[in-house]
């Protein structure tokens, strides 16, 4: 099993460039979510899914948006990206069930700098 | 809303010392209790969890006591070896998502 993958590992945009993140699971997880990482910042949730053709609001989700049309793949689209955009983007799975106990898997993260 | 908050790093300290990391939370409810590491480069990894009051979890010698009475999941290593240098991030769920803290940064010299 590759566990969490995401494409691409490194990406650099000029602000108003639009590009889409991917994230692809095969441990048939029903939870997934898009976080990013800053500097002093911890990781904050962007967006997340609950299953298949759902998507709901994280802690910081403008500028972004997400779908979720396969159960296994999710993605994180910048419409017209900007320098505050540069991060490092996480993506993570956890299964379904008594969900607050569940472990979220995480991804390798996408380097993303906006110039 | 939740929160977790942690002791600021970097922490520095030799290899065999006793590594103590500070974390308290705020929470309405009653939220199962994370820790996660990040080697440099990668993604994080669930290093220990503790899902209810008294709970201890533990794994590769680190250590966390959920205590509900001052809200801390403080986490303990007798014994750091070079190789758990690394960033470690406690983090809290309640409704199906994570709060992280904003992570503390180990460094151990040989």
Known sequence: ?115 | GNSVTQMEGPVTLSEEAFLTINCTYTATGYPSLFWYVQYPGEGLQLLLKATKADDKGSNKGFEATYRKETTSFHLEKGSVQVSDSAVYFCALNEYSTLTFGKGTMLLVSP
């Open chain 1, 1 to 115: 099993n590759a566990g969490v993958t995401q494409t691409p590992k490194f990406r650099v945009l000029k602000t108003g460039q639009s590009m889409t993140l991917l994230c692809a699971q095969d441990m048939n997880h029903e939870y997934m979510y898009w976080y990013r990482q800053d500097p002093g910042m911890g990781l904050r949730l962007i967006h997340y899914s609950v299953g298949e053709g759902t998507t709901a609001k994280g802690e910081v989700p403008d500028g972004y948006n997400v779908s979720r049309l396969k159960k296994q793949n999710f993605l994180l689209g910048l419409e017209s990206a900007a320098p505050s955009q540069t991060s490092v983007y996480f993506c993570a799975s956890s299964p379904p069930g008594r969900t607050t106990y569940n472990e979220q898997f995480f991804g390798p993260g996408t380097r993303l700098t906006v110039l």
